[in-house]
């Protein structure tokens, strides 16, 4: 973190201020403070070939497995996604994430539209199946959460930048606390312990995607409270990639299906403002619904 900080460079552009490490860029709009990063290094591991080109304003990322399968990945010109799909060697194409109806109107008018006012979700389930803690949940338990429909009516799909910025959406969904996966302060590295700890979640997201290969999950990094807030951003987007990464490449989860996005300290498991290991966390969740807007109950 301390190489990191030495890295930033901040500038100012209207009422917004860029700070931008080597891999990350942190965006600060009025009170709000936003972490964005490219996930196209998550998908080359195991890659056959990888070819980058541009299209417009638009930059498209091919990546090509060993089956022969494409990865297509297309990003605008402010580097958030637009679209992903799985294009099978038979032609097939599985559209994953279609993500261009939320414009291009970043540049325009900044990141205020992606943050969605909701009143809290009902929640009508017990509890312990609403918040799955990964220490004591059974592999059932966290398979059926993973495939787990909305506890609240959706009133309309959501882009990926809502999802991402916006708990009240991402609320609808039930989450997993991996409450046996936590980080030492100022890390966010795995340790092998850590790494076979990531089994069950493993094994369940695989189970989810055979079964739906359009499945989308997301990885949520969290931090205590203790330091910057900048650097804890950062630090927790750093801990959501790792985690993600150790998934696909210990336990062979599609890296497609895994989106991921850092909190900081916005979202304390334990209300304290001194060092809390059961703060330093990631949290898996199910947002194919909110993408689509389907499987709502009533």
Same mark, same amino acid.
């Given at each position: 973190?301390?190489q990191?900080?030495?890295?930033?460079?901040?500038?100012?552009? /209207?009422?917004?201020?860029?700070?931008?490490?080597?891999?990350?860029?942190?965006?600060?709009?009025?009170?709000?403070?936003?972490i964005?990063?490219?996930?196209?290094?998550?998908?080359?591991?195991?890659?056959?070939?990888?070819?980058?080109?541009?299209?417009?304003?638009?930059?498209?990322?091919?990546?090509?497995?060993?089956?022969?399968?494409?990865?297509?990945?297309?990003?605008?010109?402010? #580097?958030?996604?637009?679209?992903?799909?799985?294009?099978?060697?038979?032609?097939?194409?599985?559209?994953?994430?279609?993500?261009?109806?939320?414009?291009?109107?970043?540049?325009r008018? #900044?990141?205020?539209?992606?943050?969605?006012n909701?009143?809290?979700?009902?929640?009508?389930?017990?509890?312990?199946?609403?918040?799955?803690?990964?220490?004591?949940?059974?592999?059932?338990?966290?398979?059926?959460?993973?495939?787990?429909?909305p506890?609240?009516?959706?009133?309309?799909?959501?882009?990926?930048?809502?999802?991402?910025?916006?708990?009240?959406?991402?609320?609808?969904?039930?989450?997993?606390?991996?409450?046996?996966?936590?980080?030492d302060?100022?890390?966010?590295?795995? /340790?092998?312990?850590?790494?076979?700890?990531?089994?069950?979640? /493993?094994?369940?997201?695989?189970?989810?995607?055979?079964?739906?290969?359009?499945?989308?999950?997301?990885?949520? #990094?969290?931090?205590?409270?203790?330091?910057?807030?900048?650097?804890?951003?950062?630090?927790?987007?750093?801990?959501?990639?790792?985690?993600?990464?150790?998934?696909?490449?210990?336990?062979?989860?599609?890296?497609?299906?895994?989106?991921?996005? /850092?909190? #900081?300290?916005?979202?304390?498991?334990?209300?304290?403002?001194?060092?809390?290991?059961?703060?330093?966390?990631?949290?898996?969740?199910?947002?194919?619904?909110?993408?689509?807007?389907?499987?709502?109950?009533?």
């Amino acid at each position: 973190m301390d190489q990191l900080r030495g890295e930033r460079r901040e500038v100012r552009q /209207g009422d917004r201020t860029i700070i931008r490490e080597p891999d990350r860029v942190i965006i600060r709009e009025g009170d709000r403070t936003i972490i964005r990063h490219n996930e196209f290094d998550r998908f080359r591991y195991g890659a056959r070939d990888v070819r980058i080109e541009r299209r417009g304003d638009d930059s498209v990322t091919y990546v090509v497995r060993p089956d022969g399968s494409r990865i297509v990945n297309v990003v605008d010109e402010n #580097g958030f996604l637009l679209r992903r799909s799985r294009v099978m060697p038979d032609g097939r194409e599985i559209i994953i994430i279609d993500n261009r109806r939320r414009g291009r109107d970043f540049a325009r008018g #900044g990141f205020a539209g992606f943050f969605v006012n909701l009143p809290p979700p009902v929640v009508r389930i017990p509890r312990e199946r609403y918040i799955v803690e990964t220490e004591w949940a059974e592999p059932d338990v966290i398979y059926e959460t993973l495939i787990a429909p909305p506890v609240d009516h959706l009133d309309r799909a959501y882009s990926l930048d809502e999802i991402r910025y916006s708990a009240p959406v991402r609320d609808r969904m039930p989450r997993i606390d991996l409450n046996t996966v936590t980080f030492d302060t100022g890390s966010w590295e795995l /340790g092998p312990q850590e790494i076979d700890r990531l089994a069950a979640i /493993g094994d369940g997201l695989n189970r989810a995607i055979a079964a739906n290969p359009r499945e989308v999950f997301l990885i949520e #990094g969290h931090t205590d409270a203790v330091g910057a807030d900048v650097d804890n951003l950062s630090l927790s987007d750093r801990r959501a990639e790792s985690v993600a990464v150790a998934l696909t490449q210990q336990f062979g989860v599609p890296a497609e299906n895994l989106v991921t996005q /850092g909190y #900081g300290e916005q979202y304390l498991k334990v209300p304290t403002e001194g060092p809390e290991r059961a703060n330093r966390r990631v949290t898996v969740r199910r947002i194919t619904p909110l993408l689509t807007g389907e499987a709502q109950p009533r």
